[in-house]
């Protein structure tokens, strides 16, 4: 019997660029004898509900044509059910991909990745029915994710960087309250990231060290700094060297609450809640075709 892959687009990923992608992708799967629906998701909540109906019908994988976005509505549907994930990555961040090892440029080679079928679980991130695959960023990080999300130009990379030197103009740090697995922390803090996986914002490595399958979530806090130390600090987030400097610190964790004032979080690059919210790991929620 031919395997059922759902191709779940959203036309907007990649400056419109998702429903190209998919038709090369569908190519691909379908020269490979498999059986293709196409579907194509209007907002988050439409996605998502598409998503809920293919698991429905019996698919056995969705893949997600997009960025991290549109891998985060899909996941809402398949978390816990054993549906697999696919990506085809074609979005800004497109951080999903990069844990899993897809081709972010090239549609034909993603889907390759589908045909040959292997797969693995990891651990997703969970606040109260929503998850995440990720990080969670609250604080200065979720202010340029809410900036960079507004900005249509650039893509990739540089809008976050253009974003980051926005917003360094007006911010100031907040103090949090922390519970980390039942251990309390108060803290002034610059950010406060919650990491499932290692990096968001197209590879910005903020929870540097953090594992997929592990069954920990990784909580990094940046104290304050100047401005200027922010400045010549922010590129080693793309190589993961931050950790060295003595402003950050790092827990592992099962469970989380964060609270501080004026701050809305944002997860997988989506807009997720106002703090104060509480976040736990969700051990091999999800299967990916990886």
Do not use: K, W
């Not at 992708?25 to 209007?42: M, N, S």
Request: charged fraction near 20%; charge should be positive.
């Amino acid at each position: 019997m031919s395997r059922a892959i759902a191709l779940l687009a959203n036309p907007s990923a990649g400056g419109g660029r998702a429903l190209a992608a998919r038709e090369a992708a569908a190519g691909r799967l379908r020269d490979a004898g498999l059986d293709c629906v196409l579907l194509t998701g209007a907002d988050a909540a439409g996605t998502t509900h598409l998503a809920r109906q293919a698991v429905a019908d019996g698919v056995d994988a969705v893949v997600a044509v997009g960025g991290d976005g549109t891998v985060h509505a899909a996941v809402q549907a398949l978390a816990g059910t054993g549906v697999a994930l696919g990506t085809v990555p074609c979005g800004t961040g497109n951080d999903v991909a990069r844990y899993l090892g897809i081709p972010r440029d090239d549609p034909v080679a993603a889907a390759d990745r589908v045909v040959a079928a292997r797969t693995r679980r990891i651990d997703l991130a969970r606040s109260g029915a929503t998850y995440f695959v990720t990080v969670l960023a609250a604080g200065f990080d979720a202010l340029v994710n809410e900036r960079a999300n507004g900005m249509r130009r650039p893509r990739g990379r540089s809008r976050y960087t253009l974003a980051t030197l926005a917003e360094l103009r007006t911010f100031t740090p907040r103090d949090y309250v922390l519970d980390l697995d039942g251990v309390a922390r108060r803290t002034p803090a610059m950010l406060v990231a919650v990491g499932n996986g290692p990096s968001f914002g197209g590879g910005l490595r903020i929870t540097e060290g953090a594992v997929l399958d592990d069954g920990l979530l990784d909580v990094v806090v940046i104290r304050p700094m100047s401005r200027a130390g922010l400045v010549r600090t922010y590129p080693t987030l793309y190589r993961g060297t931050h950790t060295g400097h003595p402003a950050y610190e790092r827990h592992r964790v099962r469970r989380v609450t964060l609270a501080a004032p004026g701050i809305v979080a944002y997860a997988d690059g989506e807009r997720f809640g106002p703090l104060p919210l509480t976040v736990e790991c969700a051990p091999g929620a999800l299967e990916v075709l990886a």
